[in-house]
């Protein structure tokens, strides 16, 4: 679907990139994410590289029109789309309400409900060209106004758990806590313009993600299953909460391109995988959502066919430098952090947490994917030398606590860990929070572990994670040389150059023993032979226009 | 008679009511309320943030204030925003602020909005209700006639090698419960690592139309542990009218066994057995919850794990109302069953 | 190595066992040859179905306590290489200790045989202490109310019925909660239903001795001290010299389930009493001018045994069966604990590929019910013949 024009010029830093891309200092992954970002289409993108359009175009195939597909996924309450907190809340919707990007398995960004945007030089003004002819399905138009509608709601950060604010605090005023006069204006009704006062490449990324669906301009803040309104080629003709919800071909209205499904069911199947594959050897469903831990295997061995996707979504296993258990701090001396990285084999916790789909990871939270990543020596288990720091530290009779969330790979992740140290001599009790109270305290707890998703830069990870005093800064960790060197590392748009701070950076965090991360998680899903485009997606969306049935 | 039905049903009502005030209190503790709001709002919201959202939807009032409300005997709360909106307890769905009525309890037939499905609490119960009584239909297709078959096999002939091998049948399946024989059957029948594969280990297709297939193994897992005790009690009330004089005045008159068993000693043996199968229903309701989990059969016992694991007060509180209605209801059939059917008893 | 056949693997379960062997030996010979003197007991060695129960109930009893000698590995230890293992599964290469998974291995690695073997230590810390708390409970209302009849037992019946309307699973779901845990509403149920044993045994010791105020106080003070401090360790966790404690998991669960089993105990002691007090003996204690509460304990309650004992085999048989319910719904226990229920949990995920790590943990729980059943039986038949 790369049919869009490309915009009026390409950006200068994407020819940079270009350049940085060929001379082998970034991913081809890397370098399209950021090139689309600018407002290159795909197809340029490709175009700067040298690459075939071609090859832009191998992701998806062209399915035959009609069928029913059925997906097991859970089917959640729906809420105002701005606080969405779980990507099944807008797949389900996915045929009726759209984005104005995606972004794809690739990493590029393509424009949905607009058809091309352009950046200037610093970052500061985004022209948004919005896609002619984009009816909404109660009959209106699709226009600007929508448009600026929706970045004003997203901006509003009175609404409670409304993530978007956080993401376009850019274009937010500070102290109404909604969007600034003048930071999304109407220029004709197909065009938005975008002021913002100062740089911020992250506004497109950000408008991609799951909770950035438009919803009509009178309908901000509604809860979209009451209405169903949106500009996709479905209507819901059935939702019905931890059951199942049905998307059928809307024959009324107008869709601005191809869908080819005649309908979908969603079959929410609990979060017992077990059940799912009950049902998927009964056939009764065509695709599931997620295939974890041992049951990737399983589903491959019933015949269906896997799609894998690598990520930098990671677990660490950390300690709160801070935390007071009982009137002393355990995890202040460095020591104890050390020894407890020590006593662990990283590569055991990848077998037994995580089926060993994923790639071991060193405890420094920067992985091969990152285009700044030093390489450093792999990390070495030592549990005898875990023991003498230990009794250095006068802590081997301290029994720990280790907490975790109750599902899944983290609990069987952070168990194996706890038999582990048990193994070293380490005395370990467990202690498991369910989901819904798990989060009320996660930077908190003294010793716990916690799930991260990826990010494309290792620096925008350490400085969300173990700056000083930032709010996600779960281990408490403070140290002056590190924030030091993050704060240079960060000043440098060059990754080659930035190499060299970031060696130092993940040397800081081996020391320190900050947290233990075992490993890189890969995400996979699978579906039946014959269902076409429901390749796992990086951010787990699944829009439902792409998929098909071979015939 | 007439005073004793009404004397039970007015304790019923005062049970039911210090019964349900106990499931609001508990689902109203304030951790509780909190974990209400992280769900419905974002899982990460702050405390100010949660303390707001309480405010906003009616949970700041006392608790006493929202019992009487979802009773219905106290006007539903009101409330309106900086913007002129008005929100209430009265007012969801098309109900708009000028259309709602005052009071809005289970007194006006209201059960409320669940916050999990985003749905009215009595059509979800009603669905689900449904779908648990097609099950309970069909395990009480399967354990009642054969519970009262071994149980008179065993009973009609004390001591024998019949009476001790099905006996000890019985004893096996009370000691059986629901999560260990599901397993077993799963495990046998189901799965692919014995093969067999005669059923499937999966119910959730039986909510479009029941099969064979997918049915077996659900309500074979629920009959075979309630079955067990009700057997139990058929053997013990026909080996003692086996006993009985006219049983043997009729043995010596010259009756033929099969004859005594069937038209002398049936009618009489079955008294007890039926207070036990309907004092059976209660217990099967804590089956239920099992066996719909293990099965995937989203039923009342599925409903009542999710409104409670997601704290889902008006649905979890119209739940217990069902539950306890089912057990009082049960209770009293039995015992008025019991007087019928026992011209020895006379009730005061 | 080679993977064990499965004659080879129950051979050496066998094996494992041999201290549950010796003590199960000895405890029946010892038994069976001083049987006529060992009162009911010794009665049960007549019945087949009541050797059968008990042989099946101390097999799990001793397995309980020899535990440590049973298990080949720990039952927290994971091996990597070992996941999902079948069993008979040699270690991998290079590991001391035992060199087989004779069950095989969990999820996570772990020894399928040494959960199992744990799980029963777990089952049988909670199960029996727990019913004996409820009928201490029960006893000690169930008395009374019985006996005086009148208000007492009107409002007391009325609790009892409330408790028992209520669905089990409902009202585990509403107290075995980590957001009720965090109220302290378990704790003050614990407070209050604690109290009963201590309760019981000081009014016990008082109907007797009330006459000999020397021996009474001895008596009643030792149980005062002890139980007091007994309490205050296990319900407020706050024993002065730091010896008696109960996890917070843990002491929600055995309230919950006291709570659960209390009202039954208690109709069936009203409902034996209401029965016993027309009978002559307790008139004549009456007109003797014996105290209501020496009648209760030292006439009536003796005279109760029978079906107590009966209704206790079979009640620690339920209440080994709530508590794999409760695991079952993971609620209330320890995240990795052996105990049967939520082993079994864990272990249906993977029923459809892997079976033998749930399969284990089922049949020692159905076993332990069953003996207990049959134990109970066995009891009854006997007892009726008295």
């Known amino acids: 679907m790369s049919s869009t024009n490309p915009g009026t010029g390409i950006h200068h830093a994407a020819r940079m990139f270009a350049t940085e891309h060929l001379a082998g200092q970034m991913s081809r992954r890397e370098f399209l994410s950021r090139a689309t970002a600018l407002g290159v289409t795909s197809a340029a993108a490709y175009g700067l590289i040298g690459a075939t359009p071609v090859q832009a175009q191998s992701e998806r195939v062209v399915p035959p029109m009609g069928g029913t597909l059925r997906i097991e996924m859970q089917v959640l309450a729906q809420k105002d789309p701005r606080t969405y907190d779980f990507t099944q809340l807008y797949n389900a919707l996915s045929g009726v309400l759209e984005p104005l990007v995606e972004v794809r398995r690739d990493g590029s960004f393509a424009g949905l409900l ?26 209106d138009a699709f226009t600007a106004e929508d448009v600026v509608a929706n970045f004003a709601g997203w901006c509003d950060s009175s609404v409670e758990g409304n993530s978007m604010a956080s993401r376009l605090a850019a274009l937010t005023d500070e102290t109404t806590g909604k969007i600034r006069d003048g930071a999304a204006t109407i220029v004709d009704p197909l065009t938005v313009k975008l002021t913002l006062l100062t740089s911020d490449i992250t506004i497109i990324p950000s408008i991609t993600e799951y909770p950035a669906v438009v919803q009509h301009r009178d309908l901000i803040g509604t809860v979209p299953s009451d209405h169903f309104v949106g500009t996709g080629a479905y209507r819901m003709a059935e939702y019905v909460v931890g059951v199942g919800a049905v998307l059928e071909k809307n024959p009324d209205h107008p869709y601005w391109r191809d869908a080819y499904l005649d309908r979908i069911e969603f079959v929410d199947l609990g ?127 301290y029994e720990h606590e280790l907490i975790s969330i109750d599902d899944d790979y983290r609990r069987n992740t952070t168990d194996a860990m706890a038999a582990q140290l048990r193994d070293a001599g380490i005395k370990v009790t467990r202690k498991i929070i369910p989901g819904t109270t798990f989060w009320n305290d996660w930077t908190k707890y003294p010793f716990s572990s916690t799930n991260w998703n990826g990010r494309p830069l290792a620096v925008q990870l350490l400085a969300l994670a173990y700056r000083t005093g930032e709010a996600w800064n779960e281990t408490a960790f403070s140290n002056a040389e590190f924030d030091e060197t993050l704060a240079k590392a960060m000043a440098i748009a060059d990754h080659d150059k930035r190499r060299e701070h970031m060696r130092r950076l993940q040397e800081i965090m081996i020391e320190e023993g900050v947290v233990v991360q075992p490993y890189w998680r890969s995400l996979y899903r699978h579906v039946r032979p014959g269902v076409l485009n429901g390749e796992r997606h990086q951010g787990d969306i699944v829009n439902v226009h792409y998929l098909g049935l071979a015939e | 008679m007439a005073f004793f039905i009404l004397r039970r049903v007015g304790v019923m009502l005062l049970t039911s009511l210090c019964l349900t005030f106990i499931v609001f209190f508990l689902t109203n503790l304030e951790p509780n309320l909190e974990k209400l709001a992280k769900t419905q709002g974002n899982a990460r919201m702050t405390d100010a943030e949660v303390t707001s959202w309480l405010d906003r939807n009616g949970y700041a009032q006392p608790m006493v204030l929202r019992y009487g409300e979802w009773l219905g005997v106290l006007p539903g709360w009101t409330r309106e925003a900086e913007d002129g909106t008005v929100t209430g307890r009265c007012i969801h769905g098309t109900v708009t602020a000028e259309t709602a009525p005052r009071f809005c309890g289970i007194l006006q037939l209201d059960f409320g909005q669940s916050t999990v499905f985003r749905e009215e609490v009595s059509s979800i119960i009603g669905t689900r209700l449904g779908l648990t009584g097609i099950l309970m239909f069909w395990v009480m297709v399967v354990m009642v006639p054969s519970a009262l078959i071994i149980g008179v096999l065993a009973g009609m002939r004390e001591g024998s090698r019949t009476d001790r091998a099905l006996s000890t049948f019985s004893i096996a399946t009370t000691a059986t419960p629901e999560y260990v024989s599901g397993v077993i059957f799963i495990t046998v029948f189901a799965s692919s690592a014995v093969g067999l594969k005669w059923f499937k280990g999966s119910a959730a297709s039986a909510m479009d139309g029941v099969t064979f297939e997918n049915f077996t193994l659900p309500v074979l897992t629920m009959a075979l542990y309630g079955m067990g005790y009700i057997a139990r009690m058929t053997r013990a009330s026909m080996a003692e009218v086996m006993t009985a004089q006219y049983i043997r005045t009729a043995r010596l008159k010259g009756v033929s066994f099969p004859n005594i068993v069937v038209k002398h000693a049936l009618r009489n043996a079955l008294i007890a057995p039926f207070t036990v199968i309907m004092l059976q229903f209660p217990w099967l309701l804590t089956g239920v919850v099992i066996v719909e989990t293990l099965f995937n059969y989203k039923g009342f016992g599925w409903t009542l794990v999710q409104a409670a694991s997601n704290n889902d007060i008006e649905l979890l509180l119209s739940c217990s109302v069902v539950a306890v209605f089912v057990v009082l209801v049960t209770q009293l059939i039995s015992d008025i069953g019991y007087v019928y059917l026992n011209p020895r008893i006379r009730m005061a | 190595m080679d993977p064990l056949s499965w004659g080879a693997i129950l051979a050496q379960m066998l094996l494992q066992f041999t201290p549950v062997w010796i003590a199960l030996a000895v405890t029946l010979g010892i038994s069976r040859a001083y049987k006529r003197r060992l009162g009911l007991y010794g009665k049960l060695y007549d019945s087949g179905i009541g050797i059968a129960g008990f042989t099946l109930v101390m097999f799990w009893v001793y397995t309980a306590v020899f535990a440590n000698m049973i298990i080949t590995h720990e039952p927290l230890t994971v091996i990597s290489g070992m996941k999902n293992a079948l069993p008979g599964s040699p270690m991998p290469d290079g590991h001391e200790g035992y060199g087989y998974y004779l069950l095989g291995g969990d999820n996570l690695a772990r020894d ?165 007090k027309t009978r002559d003996y307790v008139a004549a204690g009456q007109t003797r001018g014996e105290g209501p509460w020496y009648i209760m304990l030292w006439e009536i309650l003796p005279n109760a045994r029978g079906p107590l004992i009966v209704d206790f085999c079979l009640r620690i048989g339920y209440t080994t069966i709530l508590l794999g319910t409760l695991g079952f719904f993971g609620l209330g226990v320890s995240p990795e604990s052996p105990d049967w229920g939520s082993t079994i949990n864990e272990g249906r995920r993977l029923l459809s590929i892997y079976p033998h790590p749930a399969l284990p943990p089922a049949f020692a729980l159905m076993s332990l019910v069953l003996g207990l059943n049959l134990l109970a039986d066995g009891l009854r038949e006997e007892s009726l013949k008295d």
């Open chain 3, 112 to 276: 399928v045989f040494s959960r199992m073997v744990m799980g029963a230590r777990e089952v049988l810390k909670i199960a029996p202490a727990a019913t004996l708390f409820a009928f201490m409970v029960g006893i000690t209302l169930g008395l009374p109310a019985g006996y005086f009849g009148g208000f007492l037992d009107t409002a007391l019946s009325f609790i009892a019925n409330l408790v028992l309307a209520f669905p089990v699973i409902l009202l585990f779901y509403l107290l075995v909660t980590p957001e009720i845990v965090a109220t302290g509403i378990p704790t003050y149920m614990a407070a209050v239903l604690f109290l009963f044993p201590i309760a019981f045994l000081v009014v016990l010791w008082n109907a007797r001795f009330f006459t000999q105020p020397m021996v009474r106080n001895i008596y009643v003070g030792l149980t005062l001290a002890l139980g007091l401090w007994l309490y205050s360790g296990l319900a407020f966790n706050a024993d002065p010299l730091g010896v008696v404690s109960m996890p917070p998991n843990v002491l929600i669960v055995f309230v919950s389930v006291v709570f659960v089993n209390a009202p039954t105990v208690f109709r069936i002691v009203r409902g034996i009493v209401l029965d016993i």
């Open chain 1, 114 to 139: 607009l058809e091309s945007w352009e950046v200037n030089d610093d970052a500061t003004e985004y022209v948004l060209n919005l896609r002619p002819n984009v009816a909404w399905n109660n009959g």
């Open chain 1, 271 to 397: 979060t017992d995988p077990a059940a799912v594959v009950a049902a998927a050897e009964a056939e009764d469903i065509d695709m599931n959502y997620d295939s974890v831990g041992e049951f990737v295997e399983i589903f491959t061995a019933i015949g269906w066919e896997p799609s894998e996707i690598a990520t930098s979504s990671t677990v660490v296993i950390r300690t709160n430098q801070e935390a007071e258990v009982d009137g002393v701090k355990p995890y202040a001396d460095v020591r104890v952090r050390r020894a407890l990285a020590l006593a662990v084999d990283n590569s055991v916790l990848l077998e037994l947490g995580y089926a060993g789909l994923g790639i071991v990871a060193n405890n420094q939270h920067v992985g091969p994917m990152h285009p700044e990543h030093a390489e450093l020596p792999p990390f070495e288990p030592n549990p005898e030398e875990a023991r003498r720091l230990l009794e250095e530290a006068g802590m081997l009779d």
